[in-house]
C-alpha cells in the first residue's frame, strides 16, 4: 500500500499530460546519490540493462515512496519496471546529443509506459544536461529533421540536484546539452510500464475538481483539470495549432480516469 500523501493530485495529472513531464525529488537516505555516483565514476565498460545489478543501491530509488506514489498515481499499482535500463555517462569535453524521440511518434491517446531519468549527482548547465521540450510528445516530428535543430523556444535544461528523478513521455522532445565542465555527469534511465487498465483514478482525485468552468482569461495560469487540459499552451503554438492535441489531452485524461 502506497501512503496518500505521495499520490499526485488532479492538477499533477493534468499537468503530466499536458507537459510530458513530471520531476520527482525524493528524499533518500544521506550518502546514497554520493554512493551510486561513486560507484558509476568506477565503471569501466557499460552493462546496460544490468545496470541495477551491477549498482543494486539503484533499487532504492526505485523503491521510494515519494517516486513510487507518482508511479502509481500515473500508472496504476501493479506498474513494472521494465529490463530495459541505461547507465548514460557524459564525461568532461562530451558533445550535445541532437533532439530526438525515444518512442515512435505515434500521438498516444494513452499514458501506458513512459521513463525515469535518475540524476546521482548535481548537473549544473555546464555539466550536459539533459534538455526536453516540454509539450512536444503529442507532435508528429521528422525525426531527420529535428536533429538538425538548434535551440528551441522554451527548451528546459534539467539542471537538477542530486537525486532527482524525472519522469518524462515516451514521445517527449529531448537531447543533451555538451559537457563543459570536468566533471561525470551521470543519468541512469528507465522504463515504467502499466499492467492493469484504470476501472478508477489511482491518484489524490477529487470529483468536485472537474466541475471548473472554462476560463479563457487563465490560459497558462490555470490551476485546475478542465482549463489545463484545454487551455495548457507549454509550447506557445497558436491557435491553429494548438487545438490539434486537445483531443488526445482529453483522450488520456479520460482513460487514466476509467473510462
Ligand atoms: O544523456 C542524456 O541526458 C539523454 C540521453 C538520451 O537522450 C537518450 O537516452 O535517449
Known amino acids: 500500500m502506497i501512503n496518500k500523501e505521495h499520490l499526485l493530485t488532479d492538477v499533477e495529472v493534468a499537468r503530466f499530460i499536458v507537459n510530458g513531464y513530471h520531476i520527482v525529488e525524493p528524499d533518500l537516505p544521506e550518502g546514497l546519490n554520493e554512493g551510486i555516483a561513486r560507484q558509476l565514476d568506477e565503471l569501466e565498460s557499460n552493462p546496460g540493462a544490468a545496470i541495477t545489478d551491477v549498482v543494486p ?15 502509481v498515481s500515473l500508472l496504476g499499482p501493479d506498474y513494472e ?5 541505461h547507465w548514460h555517462c557524459k564525461p568532461p569535453g562530451s558533445d550535445h546529443m541532437q533532439w530526438h524521440q525515444d518512442g515512435t511518434n505515434n500521438r498516444a491517446t494513452r499514458i ?15 555539466m550536459g544536461p539533459t534538455i526536453i521540450v516540454p509539450g512536444t510528445q503529442f507532435r508528429n516530428a521528422p525525426t531527420d529533421r529535428m536533429a538538425t535543430y538548434t535551440n528551441i523556444r522554451r527548451q528546459v535544461p534539467l539542471v537538477v540536484k542530486a537525486g532527482t528523478v524525472a519522469l518524462t513521455h515516451y514521445d517527449l522532445w529531448h537531447g543533451t546539452a555538451a559537457n563543459r565542465s570536468g ?29 471548473r468552468p ?14 489545463i487540459l484545454t487551455f495548457g499552451n507549454p509550447l506557445g503554438v497558436s491557435q491553429s495549432d494548438h487545438y490539434k492535441e486537445r483531443a488526445i489531452r482529453r483522450k488520456c485524461w479520460n482513460s487514466l480516469m476509467g473510462g
Open 57 to 71: 543501491d539503484l533499487w532504492q530509488v526505485l523503491e521510494h515512496p515519494a517516486l513510487r506514489g507518482v508511479l
Open 112 to 126: 501506458d509506459h513512459f521513463l525515469g531519468l535518475y540524476y546521482p549527482r548535481d548537473v549544473t548547465a555546464e
Open 81 to 85: 519496471v521494465l529490463s530495459p535500463r
Open 183 to 211: 566533471v561525470k555527469r551521470h543519468m541512469v534511465k528507465f522504463h515504467f510500464q502499466r499492467t492493469q487498465e484504470n476501472s478508477e483514478p489511482t491518484w489524490n482525485h477529487d470529483p468536485e475538481e472537474l466541475n
Open 214 to 227: 472554462h476560463d479563457w482569461n487563465l490560459r497558462d495560469r490555470a490551476e485546475d483539470v478542465n482549463n
